[in-house]
């Protein structure tokens, strides 16, 4: 086991048992491990767990990170959501901790087992994720907003590395699923993913994944006071416009989370770029920023989609054009540039969006 001189991030070697009297032996590289195209990115892996005989994934804090982490209200957050029904179904919490016998007493946290953030899923892809794919994705982030704002906590840092995809109907037991699922083998032991992130490479797309919300590192109790708001901000017109007068809150949530489904389904992944380019349509009308919105969309996913999928009024497996323009009025209302009318987590689960009724992904 060694530091990487240039990601920082531990290096494990395939077959070594780390933890407690060797509890956890490493089979697999997870996606970060050997990459860091997550500003968040950590030296991850793929763990037997030898004391509960289920696999496990395994993040090693790096000694900066593992230096201050007792600053960070993460861990607070974690004990908050922890005592909530439902909890482990909607955010990422670990199922324990333990520490390296390093210079720097590196923390280690196990988890469920866990495939890409919703970053490294479509980074790379442009306006080809299906429609009812993206549909799962925005209600389980909904809902798992919809956890924290019920406890009075703001997440602060809705970002797209902000949500993880989990599998909860993988058999944690069994190593030949574990194995397909991720893709690993025994020329290439680092984990791949299909273009939505629910499987190995060679799985066919589905909806069998459950998304959560992670990073709790900038997360506070609603009412706490927060002294610096520029910490919060993305920069542009990706932020919402009473950030830096009024500070971040329950509604910049659902603003920041707004943005990026806006961004993915135009086929714009970076994070301002498609509000950075439409910023006078934001201080409009919802009515007005909803037929923008349908519109620079409807463009975008029928310019990049392939012709056997192009969007018609018969549908596909693209949205057809009555659920985009019901998709892009949801988005509108998250958008609204007066937080006061801006739609809360509770009014966004109602929206008519979520009733409407996708046609099964190839293959689920």
Known sequence: MAVNPSSKLYEVELGSAIGPDGRFKIIGFH???????????????????????????I?????????????????????????????????????????????????????????????????????????????????????ALALMHSQELVHGAMRLWSLIMTYPNLDATNEEAVRKAYGLTDNDPSAVFNSTGSGGEEEEPNLDFQLKLQWFHQSFTVGDEVHDFGQYKMGGAADPPELMSQGPGQRTDIWYLAGMITNFISGTIADSFF????????????????????????DMRQYMRPEEVIIEDTGSG??????LRILTDLLAHMLDAD????????QALAHPFFAVQRPAISGN
């Open 31 to 57: 996606h970060s491990s050997r990459t860091t195209a997550s500003l968040l990115a950590q030296a991850t892996y793929i763990a037997h767990d030898m004391r509960t005989q289920r696999y496990v994934t």
């Open 59 to 143: 993040i090693i804090l790096s000694d900066e990170q593992t230096a201050t982490y007792e600053e960070q209200p993460q861990k607070e957050i974690e004990q908050t959501l922890r005592k909530t029904q439902l909890a482990e179904n909607h955010v990422l919490l670990p199922l324990d901790t333990f520490s390296l016998d390093t210079s720097g007493a590196n923390l280690c946290f196990v988890y469920e087992l866990f495939g890409p953030e919703l970053q490294q899923v479509i980074q790379g892809e442009d306006s080809s994720l299906p429609g009812n794919w993206i549909q799962k994705v925005l209600k389980d982030a909904l809902l």
């Open 275 to 298: 509000l950075d380019d439409h910023q006078e349509i934001l201080a409009d009308s919802v009515s007005k920023l909803q037929e923008a919105l349908y519109t620079e969309v409807h």
């Open 318 to 323: 693209d949205f057809s054009l009555d659920e």
């Open 339 to 346: 937080p006061a009318t801006r739609y809360t987590v509770e």
